[in-house]
């Protein structure tokens, strides 16, 4: 069971993430805190039992939300997920550098949300696959990446994003809303892209690459 605190300043909204998230059976979530600062208080006093993940509805028009506990809390603390109205390429990153290990818009899915709390209660960063596709130029070129010699287009970095997710083609499918054939079309394409034969391959690739965040 992973526990998520919800953070919201409305009330009606944090109730309403905290019954998405206990709709999966898996996620236990409350009590929620309008703060960000009452949660941090909470996690620090062990107020908030065992909490693994923190999700924040962050306000129209804000700067990212840092959680920012304690040296020796944050060294067992949670992951941050943060939900924004609009999230930018940039926005994102700083939201990252500012802790965060996952960044959607409010607008995603209650499969997305509940998909990104686990992959954070796992260990893994979670970006929006438009921006992971808006970002890749800038990191090509870092140490350590390759990039592909033929740039993927905005679909099938979608669909590299949603394999580092760990779903299979049917799945893809029904999160972009296309068939399982066009599916395996954009991943033969991304697969003679990436120089690979394998989904991990592809994975491994778009992340040395820059295409994905793992």
């Known amino acids: 069971m992973t526990r998520v ?10 109730a309403g993430l905290e019954a998405l998230l206990a709709s999966r059976g898996h996620l236990a979530a409350g009590p929620g805190s309008g703060t960000l600062a009452e949660a941090r208080r909470r996690i620090e006093e ?20 840092r959680l920012a506990l304690a040296p020796d809390a ?11 109205e609009t999230v930018s390429r940039g926005w994102a990153i700083r939201a990252i550098r500012a802790g965060a290990r996952a960044v959607l818009p409010s607008t995603s899915s209650a499969d997305a949300i509940a998909a990104a709390v686990e ?12 921006v992971l596709t808006e970002a890749a130029p800038a ?16 679909r099938e970095a979608q669909v590299l994003a949603l394999l580092a997710e760990g779903l299979v083609n049917k799945q893809i499918a029904a999160r972009l809303g296309i ?3 066009t599916v395996k079309t954009h991943l033969a394409a991304l ?15 778009g992340a040395r690459a820059g295409l994905i965040l793992l």
């Open 119 to 130: 992959a954070v209660a796992a260990g893994l960063v979670v970006l929006p696959p438009d």
């Open 74 to 84: 944050a060294m067992h603390g949670p992951g941050l997920v943060v939900l924004a």
């Open 179 to 181: 068939s399982r054939h």
């Open 46 to 65: 062990g107020a908030a039992e065992a909490v693994q993940v923190v999700l924040v509805l962050a306000e129209r028009g804000a700067e990212p939300p």
């Open 5 to 14: 605190l919800v953070v919201a300043r409305s009330e009606l909204e944090r």
């Open 191 to 205: 697969f003679h892209k990436l120089g690979v034969s394998t989904r991990a391959e592809a994975v491994a690739a």
């Open 139 to 154: 990191r090509v070129g870092d140490a350590g990446s390759v990039a592909p010699a033929e740039p993927l287009t905005a």
